[in-house]
Nanobody, 113 residues
Framework: QVQLVESGGGLVQPGGDLRLSCAAS???????MGWYRQAPGKQRDLVAS???????NYADFVKGRFTISRDNAKNTVYLQMNSLKPEDTAVYYC????????WGQGTQVTVSS
């Protein structure tokens, strides 16, 4: 069992930046990690993922704006979000081990003027 705790969400104006963090209760070194998001009335979508070897993958709708990274020593994964748009508004979830793995409780990101 592992607990994932997200932080860093909030309200930001369009064009602004946020950095999300996800702290795990145990070592993440051997696991792929990911960030997903779910907007009201929509399905949960993959935003970005990073393998245990550091290979990154991004959804087309965030390429060039978001960056995923990991710090295995801190058991933490990050999502740097730049140039935020209103359509980025959603609850963002941290994931360990893929869709059948473990999930955090989510953190709300709202992009609005």
């Amino acid at each position: 069992q592992v607990q994932l705790v997200e932080s860093g969400g909030g309200l930001v104006q369009p064009g602004g930046d946020l950095r999300l963090s996800c702290a795990a209760s145990r070592s993440i070194r051997i696991y792929a990690m990911g960030w997903y998001r779910q907007a009201p009335g929509k399905q949960r979508d993959l935003v970005a993922s990073i393998t245990n070897g550091g290979i990154k993958n991004y959804a087309d709708f965030v390429k060039g704006r978001f960056t995923i990274s990991r710090d295995n020593a801190k058991n933490t994964v990050y999502l740097q979000m730049n140039s935020l748009k209103p359509e980025d508004t959603a609850v963002y979830y941290c994931n360990l081990g893929g869709e059948n793995g473990f999930w955090g409780q989510g953190t709300q990101v709202t992009v609005s003027s």
